[in-house]
């Protein structure tokens, strides 16, 4: 077996590439690549069942609808800047946010992304392992045992581990088998829930004007905006092999579209769960839902052996995708691991994080509260990442952003002793602010979650928030005019203060130079 620093070699071959700059020369990929990737590991079993929630909070199959459109749409756009840092910077975005959290800042979007893929992955092996299992007991009588639920997770979670060591052009291969072959089978779906599906569903809300529906309609479209933007910290990851020429508006239109068009599992979710409500009422139980369970209760019996297609097919994409980036962002924070070390190390924890909660905690309820709480962290260093890219109008030094990989110091992103507080504060008030206004009843309800008449308002305060802290200090404080490039800043101010020059560390500690604060 081969081993491979960048994407080009055959699919059995071992990416070795970390988060340092990729050669111009293996930037090969397309935007329809991206696209590829980012929708495969979106069109899945997992979107399903965030899918069914508008439905689950008593909406009905219009009024859901329409709260899908809303957040995914948001989401999208939210999201679509995100692809740009890795053509124009050849790294993963955690790297890339060096440029505006400062050289030791960037570790925050690394542990956001970390715990982000931790969570998604653990959805995607729980909701495919027990949708294997589910539809193998009504096709072949398999027990529904704890045995047989371990055993499905194991070999599960071992296939995407696998894929996600071998990498790029492996993980860019199964994605494209993922999006044919998934988005099939839900079309297919139409056919077996067509006799069944009322669109006139009319839900708990007789109309707009009915009491908690406002709260119902937000909070089902930020659960579906939170899938676009628990993507924005892994998109680097695959556009980092698109070449710096592709235009931008194909680059970010590859991102936009990619979620757009979750529409279609997003729209099995609504629908099937509409049909669960109907015919299998106690499956939708607010207090204990089981979607998977009244799913394969509802299906015909000639879709089980699809159900158990989507599950496989679909979580594998939305597990790889979610993997590879964990793995990567841990080696760039601690350069001593490989990408392939980093990968199987943060797998194995997931996996074991994966069978304590299925056998020792409440699974669902732990990683609901979990993922809702990353995305409220997450969408505010988006906002700070977007209106950085903006004010750089797009211009980056490479090398300066790889000075923490490399151990050094200085440079145009060292600020005041590698912090750009500028941003820091501003991902650190929205964040916090954010949580305070959390609201999931019977999880997590923040201090000033009951602001909003029960609507969980964390995610629109939290991105508000950021915009405005960010803006006011970047004109209050300017910063440093190196980091603008030869155009300049765009629309805010910039500084006269020198940037000091990148010294390694060995010559730093002989006291042949030091990285002074800039700012």
């Not at 508006?249 to 099995?268: C, D, E, H």
């Not at 015909?300 to 790889?320: D, E, K, N, Q, V």
Request: proline content about 6%; glycine content about 12%.
């Amino acid at each position: 077996m081969g081993t491979s620093s960048s994407p080009g070699g055959g699919i059995t071959e071992v990416e070795t590439a970390g988060v340092e700059r990729i050669p111009d020369a293996d930037r090969t990929a397309r935007p329809l690549d991206l696209f590829r990737l980012a929708f495969g590991g979106a069109n899945t079993f997992a979107t399903c069942v965030l899918g069914a929630f508008p439905i689950l909070f008593g909406l009905s199959f219009r009024q859901a609808l329409a709260a899908t459109l809303l957040g995914l749409v948001a989401g999208a756009l939210l999201l679509a800047p995100l692809a740009l840092f890795g053509p124009a910077n050849g790294t993963n975005n955690a790297v890339s946010s060096s440029a505006h959290l400062g050289v030791h800042g960037r570790v925050v979007g690394s542990f956001l992304s970390l715990l982000t893929a931790i969570a998604f992955f653990s959805i995607s092996v729980w909701s495919s392992g027990d949708a294997l299992v589910g539809a193998a007991h009504r096709l072949v009588g398999l027990p529904e045992s704890g045995l047989s639920y371990a055993v499905s997770y194991a070999v599960f979670a071992g296939l995407v581990l696998t894929v996600c060591v071998y990498g790029f052009r492996f993980m860019l291969f199964v994605n494209k088998i993922a999006v044919l072959a998934a988005s099939a089978l839900f079309v297919l779906g139409a056919f077996a829930f067509a006799g069944d599906f009322d669109p006139g569903y009319a839900g708990a809300f007789a109309s707009p004007s009915a009491p908690m529906f406002w709260p119902a309609f937000i909070g089902s479209a930020l659960i579906v905006l939170s899938n676009p933007v628990s993507f924005g910290a892994f998109l680097g990851d695959w556009s980092r092999y698109i070449p710096a020429s592709a235009p931008r508006r194909r680059v970010m239109g590859a991102a936009f579209l990619s979620q757009v068009a979750t529409l279609l599992p997003f729209l099995f979710g609504l629908v099937t769960a509409s049909v669960i409500a109907t015919k299998a009422q106690e499956y939708m139980d607010p207090a204990a839902p089981n979607y998977v369970g009244g799913l394969l209760a509802v299906s015909p019996g000639w879709y089980f052996l699809p159900l158990c297609l989507i599950a496989l097919i679909g979580g594998m994409a939305t597990g790889t995708t979610a993997l590879y980036g964990t793995g990567l962002d841990f080696s760039s924070v601690f350069p001593r691991f490989s990408r392939v070390q980093a990968t199987l190390l943060i797998g194995s924890l997931s996996i074991a994080f994966i069978f304590v909660g299925r056998f020792a905690l409440n699974l669902a309820q732990s990683i609901s509260t979990f993922a809702t709480l990353i995305i409220t962290c997450t969408a505010p260093w988006l906002i700070v990442m977007t209106i950085g890219y903006l004010t750089r109008r797009g211009w980056y030094d490479p090398d300066a952003l790889q000075v923490f990989n490399r151990r050094q110091r200085g440079g145009r992103y060292w600020f005041t002793h590698g912090w750009n507080w500028r941003g820091m504060t501003a991902w650190v008030v929205a964040a916090a602010v954010g949580l305070l206004f959390t609201n999931l009843p019977g999880q997590v309800v923040g201090p000033l979650g009951d602001l909003a008449g029960g609507t969980d308002v964390s995610l629109p305060v939290g991105l508000a928030l950021a915009a405005v802290v960010h803006l006011g200090l970047l004109f209050a404080f300017p910063e440093p005019r190196a980091v603008f490039g030869p155009r300049g800043p765009l629309l805010v101010p910039a500084s006269d203060a020198e940037v000091p020059p990148i010294v390694d560390a060995a010559n730093r500690a002989a006291g042949n130079g030091a990285a002074a604060p800039v700012d």
